[in-house]
């Protein structure tokens, strides 16, 4: 195991640190950074609570090595809010009860952010695509799925 | 725990070559990394990454009147989303499209689909019925291989410790119409069970070439030249036939022979097929 010096942007601010080479960027964010919102659900990629947006896209932070997306900007579900201003997607969340235990929410939030930031008026169809990756183990899936219908009603309007 | 030891991210393909060739402890290419990173839980010692990504020319999908072409960085969203990659092949798209979730697609690399030799591999079945070839190459040189000739069983490719795989590249077949189909245990996140690509090329309605290649039967994709050899000749208007479907069982039924899986896998191939035809179809 060797050093390496991480630099990206996480959630709009510049980080720099000296990392281990063999850590996830699940952990950096984590245990070095304490932005606990992402969580570890499988560690191998099968059920997106781990989802993170690297440079646009949705990711599997247990899949990737912090050194890999050196040089990045990474949004994690603490970066959706506006300081106090709830995002229009978390807030039809809630609306629309959309939210049980709340484990898989983060990456579901970041998957819906992803997909409304490329696409602010989704079918059913890619809405249902776009959240394929988050495995939710409590709602059924049909009020996150609404909720997201719900945030790009309010966002295109 | 992930077993890394050194993590080198090189600027130009030649050093790669340095890296892999002048390394004394194990050391591996990374791409996009979802199998690599993987397999590190589980390495017994230290293993030297280096690090692809920082290569722009391995992130390019290009085309030249014969042949089509893509990088070891070239990820499976890339292909999806590819307009050289539809016009020319729509059942690579459409086998990329249906790889884990989206964000093993935005990670995930053909290259490093192809590397894992995985049987399930689903753009393997797409580019062996093309009978795509990559380029593998080291500091001593590089060489053209097709893909059906360097995978050598489950999880098994004929790959040196200080060579990778810098680009995939297929003929074009003009006026070839394809499609993909996949069966797994769920729609997304699932790990294809049998997988099959199918290319045809038609003369007024009747097919006069056609490319089969299935996935998740075999310990690799292969080229099916019995189905192959059933459809050439068929009018599209009964192509998706019972003596079509019967010769799919009848090709997994020779690859599995005994096996656990044959009695489910030669029935559900004709699903499959089926699909994969109206895939092309647009049925």
């Given amino acids: 195991m060797s050093s390496f010096t991480f630099k990206a942007t996480v959630n709009g601010k510049s980080v720099e640190l000296n990392i281990a080479t063999n850590l996830r960027l699940l952990n950096l964010l984590r245990d070095v950074l304490e932005l606990t919102g992402t969580k570890e659900g499988c560690g191998e990629g099968e059920c997106g609570a781990c989802t993170v947006i690297v440079d646009g896209e949705i990711v599997n932070s247990c899949l990737l090595l912090a050194a890999q997306v050196n040089g990045t900007e990474i949004i994690t579900i603490e970066g959706v809010a506006n300081g106090h201003e709830i995002h229009p997607i978390q807030q039809s969340f809630i609306d629309k009860g959309a939210v049980q235990c709340g484990y898989c929410i983060p990456g579901m939030v970041l998957a819906a952010k992803a997909l409304l930031d490329k696409n602010p008026k989704p079918t059913k169809e890619e809405i249902a695509l776009s959240l394929s990756g988050n495995v939710c183990r409590c709602t059924g899936y049909a009020k996150i799925a609404e909720a997201v219908e719900d945030a790009a009603h309010k966002m295109s309007s | ?283």
């Avoid at chain 2, 397999?39 to 990454?49: D, Q, R, S, W």
């Avoid at chain 2, 200080?162 to 297929?170: A, H």
């Avoid at chain 2, 003596?243 to 044959?262: D, F, H, I, P, W």
């Fill in chain 2, 1 to 283: 725990m992930i077993n890394v030891g050194s993590y080198f991210r090189p600027q130009t393909i030649e050093e790669i070559y340095e890296l892999l060739s002048n390394s004394k402890q194990p050391t591996k290419v990374l791409a996009g990394g979802t199998d690599l990173i993987l397999h590190l839980h589980k390495a017994p010692e230290p293993v030297n990454i280096v690090d692809i990504r920082g290569i722009d020319q391995l992130r390019s999908i290009e085309e030249d009147e014969d042949k089509v072409s893509f990088g070891s960085m070239v990820t499976f969203n890339q292909i999806q989303m590819s307009k050289i990659i539809l016009d020319n092949y729509k059942a690579l798209a459409k086998a990329a499209s249906l790889v884990g979730s989206p964000q093993i697609r935005n990670q995930g690399t053909i290259v490093g689909n192809i590397a894992n030799a995985s049987p399930a591999a689903d753009s393997v079945p797409a580019l062996v019925a093309m009978d795509a070839e990559v380029l593998i190459a080291s500091k001593y040189g590089q060489r053209w291989e097709r893909i059906e000739d360097v995978l050598k069983g489950i999880n098994n490719i004929s790959l040196a410790s200080d060579e990778l795989i810098l680009e995939v590249s297929f003929k074009k077949i003009p006026g070839l119409r394809s499609g993909f189909a996949k069966l797994g245990r769920r729609n997304a996140l699932a790990i294809s069970r049998i997988s099959g690509a199918v290319g045809i090329v038609t003369n007024n309605n009747f097919i006069t070439e056609a490319r089969v290649a299935l996935g998740a039967v075999a310990p690799n994709p292969f080229r099916s030249h019995l189905i192959e050899q059933a459809l050439v000749g068929r009018s599209l208007d009964e192509v998706i036939s019972d003596s079509v479907l019967e010769v799919a069982s009848l090709a997994v039924a020779e690859k599995l022979g005994n096996r656990a899986s044959a009695p489910y896998k030669r029935q559900a191939i004709k699903g499959v097929v089926r699909q994969a035809l109206e895939d092309i179809l647009h049925v």
